[in-house]
């Protein structure tokens, strides 16, 4: 059993699939841990793509629960043996928070007309959607409709989806219904999630938001309270603190200068971390933001290009913990910009074939979650210990 001391790390391997497994390791990459469920996933029948395939993203709560989400399908609750605790089916995708209360804030998708120029587009709306801590529904916040109370946020979705019209790429809601149509209203869920997407341009997926952190405190100078959620929309370059309650948007940054960004996350001194993946410019790098500024105070370069996926976060003793999913790498440094640690995974391909990033996100995991792992699970660990390998290796320096 792992000591409550030491700084453990989860992640599941994307080509895991059409059974996932999900690995807690520890900083000399020693495997102290793991689940696996095939619950939910995708027939391979259906030649599903790979964001459908395995687990989007899987969080360690402070009980040794394994929260595992089956892409834009189901948020499944695992005990520490791999057991089902209970199964929400929602389409869920990309990330979850927990709140200090116990409920599970995730993010999902659903098909709704919206307004354009000239007309009416699908889009694939996010919610920020509440459960309890029995995986039941207690609410849903439309980010839409929140983000549109801004002018400046509804102007910016507008022309998003005016610029996919100009070019052609339509998603048009009187030629979509008759797919979209169900018996209560429009279907949602990963085969409607999986039509829209395959549409050329990916027209509706617009918001595409990654990442939600729900925030414990207030903003030193007041731009947001306790409560208040911070979001990432990846497709808009756009990181914004909501309140849902008030439906309001409290804060925002990021166009013009975040590209396809993941895991923004608020400091204590109430500064945003965020992993800037700079899709636009090829190059990744980890910024930390002034939100009153509305500026730049540090930022570390990767010195490598990870398109898609990734993510950081600051761990207790100060350092950033980087996750350079595309390469399959993990990384911490300092404030100085010395890499301090770096751990490289590999997965051995399965039938379904590989994904395009080797992981979604590597996470620090709770300390106080570790007394409840490191037994009672052998079929899990046996299954991971045959598909992936890791080890702590050389850096690849990056540059301030």
């Excluded at 976060?313 to 100060?318: A, Q, V, Y």
């Excluded at 399965?350 to 409840?372: D, K, V």
Aim: proline residues 7%; hydrophobic residues 40%.
């Amino acid at each position: 059993m792992p000591s409550t001391s030491d700084q453990l790390y989860v992640f599941s391997p994307s080509a895991s699939y059409p059974r996932p497994f999900a690995c807690v390791i520890d900083d000399r990459a020693r495997l102290v841990h793991a689940w696996s469920s095939p619950i939910g996933q995708p027939d391979i029948e259906t030649s599903p793509p790979s964001y459908l395939r395995g687990w989007n993203h899987v969080e360690v709560g402070p009980d040794g629960s394994l929260y595992a989400m089956v892409p834009l399908h189901a948020l499944l609750k695992l005990a520490p043996d791999s057991a089902l605790t209970w199964r929400a089916d929602l389409p869920a995708h990309h990330d979850l928070a927990l709140s200090p209360a116990g409920e599970i804030y995730v993010l999902t998708e659903e098909p709704r007309p919206v307004p354009c120029t000239g007309g009416s587009h699908v889009l694939l709306d996010n919610s920020v959607t509440v459960l309890g801590p029995d995986g039941q529904l207690r609410a849903a916040h439309s980010l839409y409709e929140i983000l549109t109370t801004d002018p400046r946020l509804e102007a910016l979705i507008t022309g998003v989806i005016d610029e996919h019209r100009a070019a052609g790429r339509t998603a048009d809601p009187a030629a979509l219904a008759p797919r979209l149509e169900g018996a209560n209203g429009w279907r949602r869920g990963r085969d409607i999630s999986r039509l829209l997407r395959a549409r050329p341009g990916s027209p509706s997926d617009i918001l595409h938001t990654n990442t939600v952190e729900i925030l414990t405190t207030g903003h030193p100078a007041g731009l947001w309270a306790a409560g208040n959620v911070l979001v990432s929309l990846r497709n808009l370059n756009l990181i914004a603190v909501l309140d849902l309650g008030a439906r309001a948007v409290r804060w925002w940054w990021g166009p013009g200068e975040l590209s396809g960004q993941h895991q923004p996350s608020v400091q204590p001194d109430g500064t945003i971390l965020v992993f800037d993946n700079g899709r636009g410019l090829g190059r990744s790098r980890v910024l930390e933001i002034d939100p009153l500024a509305q500026g730049i105070t540090w930022q570390y370069e990767l010195g490598l290009f990870c398109e898609m996926a990734g993510g950081c976060e600051r761990l207790d003793d100060g350092t950033v913990l980087i996750s350079d999913a595309q390469a399959g790498r993990a990384l911490i440094v300092d404030r100085d910009g010395r890499e301090r640690w770096t751990i490289h995974v590999s997965t051995r391909a399965t039938s379904a074939g590989r994904s395009r990033a080797e992981f979604y996100r590597l996470s620090a995991i709770p300390r106080r979650a570790a007394r409840f792992l490191g037994a009672g699970d052998r079929p899990a660990r046996t299954l991971a210990e045959s598909q992936v390998s890791c080890h702590v290796g050389q850096s690849v320096q990056g540059a301030l």
